[in-house]
Nanobody, 120 residues
Framework: QVQLVESGGGLVQPGGSLRLSCAAS????????MGWYRQAPGKQREFVAR???????NYADSVKGRFTISRDNAKNTVYLQMNSLKPEDTAVYYC??????????????WGQGTQVTVSS
């Protein structure tokens, strides 16, 4: 059994910053990439950022230069530092990871989501 637990969401004013965290736990053998997606009301879930085990990153164009993804492999944790937040960043943010467990092969796992609201 694998769980991804996010934290760090909240309400912030435009131009402000937030840092999201996502910790993976359970019968984990290895973790491949980890990343973040988001879903705004009435819209489809969209890609935000991804980081490989080796630290290679890629970002959606809409967040480049404002968001930074990082990970701590020893803690099975991925972070998303969000700066210069805009109202259009308002969404539920979901953690995602490709994880190989001790008993099964690779599986694609999702967290429960954390709300980020950017408003004055």
């Amino acid at each position: 059994q694998v769980q991804l637990v996010e934290s760090g969401g909240g309400l912030v004013q435009p131009g402000g910053s937030l840092r999201l965290s996502c910790a993976a736990s359970g019968t984990i053998f290895s973790i491949n990439h980890m990343g973040w997606y988001r879903q705004a009301p009435g819209k489809q879930r969209e890609f935000v950022a991804r980081i490989t085990t080796g630290g290679t990153t890629n970002y959606a164009d809409s967040v480049k230069g404002r968001f930074t993804i990082s990970r701590d492999n020893a803690k099975n944790t991925v972070y998303l530092q969000m700066n210069s937040l805009k109202p259009e960043d308002t969404a539920v943010y979901y953690c995602n990871a490709l994880i190989r467990t001790l008993t099964t092969g690779f599986g694609n796992y999702w967290g429960q989501g954390t709300q980020v609201t950017v408003s004055s």
